[in-house]
């Protein structure tokens, strides 16, 4: 049994009971073995060491209001690592494979996830590498398949707790015709150092632009953008952003309760047009974010502050769009979009 304390879990690394790995070699994926030992023995070529052959995945499993265990939507993660995959030039483990991995993982680390009722669930970190030594630049032949978990919480500050961003006209993310729609892990490599100086200058997220033009919204480092204006939920379609299967959801719910959905450029300008702007994903589920910051660059002192709804809560139309996704996630509500896989 665990002692961790469910309400204050934060968004870390936990050690849990297992990790399974599966090794793909001549052509097949090795049958799944459970490890306790969360630590690796690799090959110090391998590609994922050097060229960053490496993409992964994040979802959750909640522990319902009814006991029961409910996972979000994998089948749509087990087809964007493929794609990801296919990207890097390595094979994938098809659907089946990753959802049963999925379902193992959680059976076998049950005493870690949280409770209902501590808003918090278990986070699954799918997770592809390249693992057969190799030194030219190449996609690698042979890959580790591994599926990981954690307990978490709310991934900054408390669950709809307001953060605030700042726009680093001086980074990006991703580059034009790049990665930037891939979950690989190289994407996030680029983005710690100004992550970092922006996080020191005491903002808790940076908001890239297009990197073509910058003069467009495209994502948070770790999240999509939203921002609601009257009675729509607009957010910018990009092909340098991650397809984000929280926002794709949201767009489904928020169609659901009569709101109208605009996935269009948005324009930086048009922030200060915005009632309310949020991130969402997996991690940050809806964070409400209370200002944005653009600045010419992160070291400058000029800025253009944009403020939204309140710096201490979440404004009402994300507020209701969080509640109807928490509520399916932890079978409050039913699910009508057939978004459920259960956990038996
Ligand atoms: N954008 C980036 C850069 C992310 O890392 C994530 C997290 O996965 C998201 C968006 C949200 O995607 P999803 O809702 O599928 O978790
Ligand atoms: C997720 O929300 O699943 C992410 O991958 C975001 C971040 C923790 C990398």
Redesign the pocket.
């Known amino acids: 049994m665990t002692n961790l304390n469910w309400n204050n879990l934060g968004f870390s690394y936990r050690k849990t009971n297992t990790i399974l790995c599966s090794w793909f070699k001549d052509g097949q994926w090795s049958p799944v073995e459970s490890r306790k030992d969360d630590n690796l023995t690799i090959n110090a070529f391998a590609g994922s060491l050097h060229y960053s052959v490496e993409c992964f995945e ?1 979802l959750k499993a909640f522990r319902g209001k009814d006991g029961k265990i409910r996972l979000f939507r994998p089948e749509e993660n087990a087809l964007r690592i493929q794609r990801s995959a296919d990207f890097l030039g390595i094979p994938a483990p098809d659907t089946e494979l990753f959802i049963s991995m999925c379902k193992q993982i959680v059976r076998e680390n049950e005493d870690f996830l949280p409770p209902y009722g501590s808003h918090a669930s278990m986070y699954l970190r799918p997770t592809l590498i390249g693992f057969n030594p190799q030194l030219g630049v190449k996609s690698s032949t042979e890959c580790l398949f591994m599926m990981l978990c954690s307990p978490v919480g709310a991934y900054t500050g408390g669950a709809l707790e307001p953060c605030n961003a700042v726009i680093a006209r001086d980074y990006d993310r991703a580059a034009p015709f790049g990665s930037g729609s891939y ?1 690989v892990g190289a994407n996030y490599a680029v983005s710690l150092y100004s992550y970092n100086k922006a996080h020191a200058l005491g903002y808790q997220a940076v908001l890239y632009l297009d990197p073509l033009t910058h003069t467009k919204i495209d ?1 948070f ?4 953008f939203f921002g609601i204006k009257g009675n729509s939920y607009i957010t910018p379609k990009s092909d340098s ?2 397809p ?4 794709k959801s949201l767009i489904e719910v928020a169609k659901s309760i009569g709101m109208t959905v605009e996935r269009r450029d948005v324009e930086v300008s048009e922030l200060a047009t915005f009632e309310e702007v949020g991130e ?4 940050v589920v809806i964070t409400p974010v209370s200002f944005i910051d653009d600045k010419p660059s992160l070291e400058s002192d000029e800025k253009t502050r944009y403020t939204f709804y309140s710096d201490k809560e979440c404004g009402p139309k994300s507020l209701k769009l969080y509640n109807i996704i928490t509520g399916i996630q932890y079978g409050e509500i039913e699910d009508t979009f057939g978004w459920t896989e259960f956990v038996d």
């Open positions: 994040g979950k994502e480092g770790s999240s999509n952003i991650l984000s299967i929280t926002n969402c994903g997996t991690a």
